[in-house]
């Protein structure tokens, strides 16, 4: 749920790899999209140690955001043809024993990873650039899949093709194809 948004939603969302993220943003800034600024994020993702959560796509995260935590749960993923993909994901506030209450219920991070990520909005649609450490520029549209592929449509040639793979399955991904397969952080 882009934005820092509280609560529960069905989220709809694309992923693309980006070639060139500063055309991208002139194309969407020209397009009307209301630029926000730039954020340093942390995600601290969890599961139990033989990975349940991940076997079933779940994904408890932690996101540290200028010292704020909030506590992210999504669900399985449902995908569309499109290259669209939704999922049910609840966002709230962390408090101080949040890790602790985690390792309570036999949780343990088993992966962090950076990201610097910049939100543009429009009329309900929230499209993220992201700036993964060594991994490279993906943005993310999330909303109303109608907006979602009208604004896919509006920037196409800057984009590439959709990525069904979440940021932590590419970082691992990319880990293993540059021989660091017992990597557990990706930071920058």
Do not use: C
């Amino acid at each position: 749920m882009a934005g820092g948004a509280t609560g529960g939603v069905d989220e709809v969302e694309s992923k693309h790899p980006v070639p060139d993220p500063g055309a991208l943003t002139d194309r969407l800034a020209a397009l009307g999209f209301r630029a926000a600024p730039e954020q340093e994020q942390l995600d601290e993702y969890y599961d139990t140690p033989d990975g349940q959560l991940r076997r079933q796509d779940l994904v408890t995260r932690l996101r540290v955001v200028a010292g704020v935590v909030t506590a992210g749960f999504k669900g399985p993923r449902s995908y569309a043809d499109d290259g669209t993909y939704r999922r049910v994901e609840v966002e709230f506030p962390a408090g101080a024993g949040t890790r602790d209450a985690f390792a309570r219920q036999g949780l343990v991070v088993v992966w962090r990873m950076a990201k610097r990520r910049r939100e543009f909005h429009r009329d309900g649609l929230v499209v993220a650039v992201d700036e993964l450490p060594r991994v490279g520029t993906y943005v993310e549209f999330e909303g109303d899949p109608a907006q979602i592929t009208l604004a896919r449509q509006q920037v196409a040639g800057l984009i590439g093709p959709p990525e069904p793979r979440n940021y932590a399955e590419l970082a691992t991904g990319w880990l293993r194809a540059h021989g660091q397969p017992d990597a557990r952080e990706l930071t920058f």
